[in-house]
C-alpha cells in the first residue's frame, strides 16, 4: 500500500511539474500584468541612481544585444539584470520585482524579455507593410555595394536592417504564442513606455 501511495505522489508531482513547465512555455496575462507592475517603480528606481557608474565597458566592448540576423538573442531585461546586479540598488531592485509579482529577478528578466520580444515584433510588424519591406531588401542590396562604407559600417548597418526584417519574419510558433497574448495589452504598454 505504502509503495502504491508513494508511487501515486510521484506520478502526481511529475505530472504537476510538467503542467507547470507547459504552463511557462507561453507568456499568461498575469506575466504581462506583473511586468507592467514593475515598471514605474523600475523607472522611479532609474531615476534615482546612476546605474552607467556599474557598466564601465566602452560600447564598443559590450555585446550586441542582438546578433545581426538573429532576433531570438534579444534579451534587453536580461542584460539590465546583469547591470543592476552587485549595484546599491539591487536590493531595492529586488523588493519592486517581488512586489510586481515576480518570485526572482531572474523571473522578471525571462518575463520581460518575452513581453519586449513581443512587443517590439509586434510594432514592427504594423510599421512594416509588404512595400517597406521591400525597401529594405533593396537598401540591404546597396549597402552591400556601397564602395565608400568601411566593412565595420556596413556591417552595422546590415545588422540593424536584418533585425528589423527578423522581427517581423523570423518569429517561432513560441513567439508568436507570446504575441497573441500580448495584443490586448499593447496600448496599456504603449502608455508606460511614453510616460
Do not use: C
Not at 3 to 11: D, F, G, P, Q, Y
Not at 42 to 58: I, R, V
Not at 88 to 103: C, L, P, R, T
Amino acid at each position: 500500500m505504502k509503495i502504491i501511495v508513494s508511487v501515486s505522489i510521484s506520478i502526481f508531482l511529475f505530472l504537476g511539474s510538467l503542467s507547470a513547465l507547459h504552463a511557462e512555455t507561453h507568456l499568461s496575462g498575469n506575466d504581462i500584468q506583473h511586468f507592467m507592475n514593475a515598471m514605474k517603480p523600475l523607472q522611479k528606481l532609474g531615476d534615482k541612481y546612476d546605474f552607467e557608474e556599474n557598466n564601465n565597458k566602452s560600447a564598443e566592448d559590450q555585446a550586441p544585444m542582438v546578433a545581426p540576423d538573429d532576433f531570438t538573442n534579444f534579451t534587453p531585461m536580461s542584460q539590465s539584470l546583469t547591470e543592476i546586479t552587485g549595484h546599491k540598488a539591487y536590493g531595492e531592485f529586488e523588493a519592486i520585482v517581488h512586489n510586481a509579482g515576480f518570485s526572482s529577478p531572474q523571473q522578471w528578466a525571462t518575463v520581460g524579455d518575452r513581453v519586449m520580444k513581443a512587443y517590439m515584433s509586434l510594432k514592427m510588424i504594423a510599421e512594416l507593410t509588404p512595400e517597406k519591406l521591400q525597401e529594405m531588401q533593396v537598401s540591404i542590396e546597396e549597402v552591400k555595394k556601397n564602395e565608400y562604407l568601411s566593412p565595420e559600417m556596413k556591417t552595422q548597418i546590415l545588422g540593424s536592417l536584418n533585425q528589423m526584417i527578423a522581427m517581423t519574419t523570423n518569429l517561432s510558433e513560441h513567439d508568436k504564442a507570446d504575441q497573441k497574448t500580448l495584443k490586448p495589452y499593447l496600448t496599456k504598454l504603449e502608455r508606460l513606455f511614453e510616460e
